[in-house]
């Protein structure tokens, strides 16, 4: 399908039909985009399918459409993005072995595997195990877990989350992270990778439901698929395979060792911690593994800034969703994320319209439709390794990833409280509209690292996430207590599943007022020559402060 005959089939021309609103985000609006992009005409919108090229063709016809231009490399509207996509087969190998008794294991039971190899076939022989604590490596917070221990060749077991998660008075870890507030050190992504930079040949994550904010479920739901980065030959990570051990598993693995996991636990939790291997164990695996190469696409925006049009302010949201799976109760196969993230790149269209609207900004504005979000943030990735527009000019980040439905609120919820300046910002324009802030109810589950802002983070581009799950919404309409049965409902229910999508029961004045934020926020910021800050002890001013020349 071409572009054009995809936007009149969408019924698309140069101005959309809608009357145009410079300062108030449309609730009907919104509506339109998402119910569009959740239809079956994109069949769920997945990277490397018909529904991909569906959806390119129809964002680059709105985003042309609004007067933007192309903000991609070479003039283009897309960036290319290349995802290595992988599922292991039927287990040719698999267990432990202690002494001179194996233990067989069985996948999604004992253990959860994937990789990230380019091969046809992963093999894990007799590698030796080695516990690492929580894995942590944070010189700036006085802490090391590794001790200078060799992990080349072994398989390194990790706890989830941060060291002072569980900390109790006294022990050294209180304090030094973020307690219930998960750091970047207690996400998964952390470990795998802290363990691939160290050399080891496989990780595994212990796995408990308080410390990870999900069961076992959660973990093996992908069914031992997973995507990357294409990567060169010279940069392929280490791990042959990485994922989790179930907790009662981990306990027997340990004290077949002759170790108690829970005292190590509890010695996790000192500075003066050390690893220690598993005497006598080693873990085996033997896979073939599915392999492909997808090209898929960012998306990519942009309004000139009239006077700085090298400084750029960020805007965000993930077009993909899950494609196509088994039929739910009402026959509907495709996992189309109406909410997760549909309604997010509706806010954008949104907020391109309204800076349209008005006189040119004085820095540049990009938009980004981002691919791969649901595989591991990996479309915004692959832009903070090759951006189009220079990270250290980059102001802001501001991300808007799955918004409440229930109506308007009382408040809004900050994400990543203490990180940076822009939750002064949202305070600030919260307050204009007669709102107050909220902190995320369930810090714990480190949502500050789990959505595309965070590529941009760990460059050091100052971020502001909106996502409606972080806390319950204190609604205008029933209280906190309808905003958690609506957190409830669609976390319980219809998360990245076929039902998240538009019914009757959406009520988007509340989510108009979050995408209204995100606009003034950004707005305030693209008639300025403010660069907003870190605040002291976030992990990502460093990395900030070392670009700060090219700010001056």
């Known amino acids: 399908m071409t572009l054009r005959t995809l936007t009149l089939a969408l019924g698309l021309t140069a101005a959309l039909p809608l009357p145009l609103h410079a300062q108030t985000i449309d609730p009907q609006r919104l509506e339109q985009s ?53 599922k292991l087969g039927q287990a040719e190998t698999l267990g432990v072995a202690q002494g001179d008794a194996t233990t067989p294991w069985s996948f999604g039971q004992q253990v959860y595997l994937s990789t990230l190899q380019p091969k046809a076939h992963v093999t894990v022989d007799k590698a030796p195990l080695i516990f690492v604590g929580y894995g942590v490596s944070a010189p700036e917070r006085g802490w090391d877990d590794y001790k200078g221990a060799d992990l080349k060749g072994k398989i390194a077991l990790f706890l989830i989350n941060d060291p002072d998660f569980a ?66 030959a010279d940069t392929l990570i280490s791990l042959q395979m990485q994922g989790w051990i179930a907790g009662d598993a981990a306990s027997t693995l340990f ?26 164990a080693t873990f085996s695996a033997a896979f073939p593994v599915r392999q492909e190469v997808v090209q898929s ?33 009402q026959g509907r196969i495709y996992r189309a994320g109406a909410n997760d993230d549909a309604l997010g790149v509706a806010g954008l269209f949104e907020i391109a319209r309204a800076f349209k609207a008005g006189s040119a900004p004085d820095r540049s504005i990009l938009f980004a439709a981002w ?27 501001l991300t808007i990833d799955v918004l409440q439905t229930g109506g308007k609120a009382k408040d809004v919820i900050l994400i990543g409280k203490g990180q940076n300046g822009l939750e002064d910002d949202l305070a600030a324009f919260a307050g204009k509209q007669g709102r107050v802030v909220t902190q995320e109810s369930l810090p714990e589950r480190g949502l500050f690292y789990r959505a595309d802002h965070f590529s941009m983070a760990k460059r050091g581009v100052p971020v502001l996430l909106m996502m409606g799950l972080a806390g319950a919404s204190d609604l205008v309409e029933g209280g906190r207590a309808a905003g958690q049965a609506w957190i409830d409902a669609y976390t319980g229910t219809c998360y990245h599943q076929a039902c998240d999508a538009v019914d009757d029961t959406w009520k988007l004045d509340g989510a108009a007022q979050d995408v209204d934020l995100m606009l003034d926020i950004g707005r305030d910021l693209a008639y300025s020559t403010r660069w907003p800050e870190w605040k002291p002890g976030s992990e990502f001013k460093a990395a900030r402060d070392r670009s700060a020349a090219a700010r001056k």
């Open 255 to 280: 004290a077949g060792a002759g170790l108690d996991l829970a005292a190590l636990r509890r010695q996790a939790r000192s500075k003066r911690f050390k690893p220690v291997e598993l005497k006598g």
């Open 34 to 86: 998402v119910r569009t992009l959740a239809s079956d005409l994109f069949q769920g919108r997945a990277p490397g399918t018909i529904g991909e090229e569906r959806t390119i063709g129809y964002l680059i016809a709105r985003f042309e459409a609004l007067g933007l231009e192309p903000g991609g490399p070479d003039g283009q509207w897309t960036q290319t993005v290349p995802l290595l996509h992988t």
């Open 297 to 329: 696409a960012n998306v990519l925006a942009r309004i000139p800034g009239a006077k700085r049009p090298d400084e750029t302010v960020m805007y965000g949201a993930h077009w993909d969703a899950y494609g196509k799976g088994a039929p739910d109760a």
């Open 167 to 232: 900390a109790a008075k006294g022990d050294d870890a209180t304090g030094k992270f973020g307690g219930k507030s998960m750091t970047y050190y207690g996400r998964w992504t952390y470990k795998f990778e802290e363990a691939a930079r160290r050399g080891a040949i496989g990780a595994l994550i212990v796995h408990d439901t308080p410390g990870a904010g999900y069961g076992w479920n959660v973990v093996i739901s992908p069914g031992g698929e997973n995507y990357d980065l294409v990567r060169t």
């Open 371 to 397: 691919t791969a979000e649901e595989r591991g943030l990996l479309g915004s990735e692959h832009y903070a390794q090759n951006p189009v527009w220079p990270i250290d000019r980059t102001v802001a980040n």
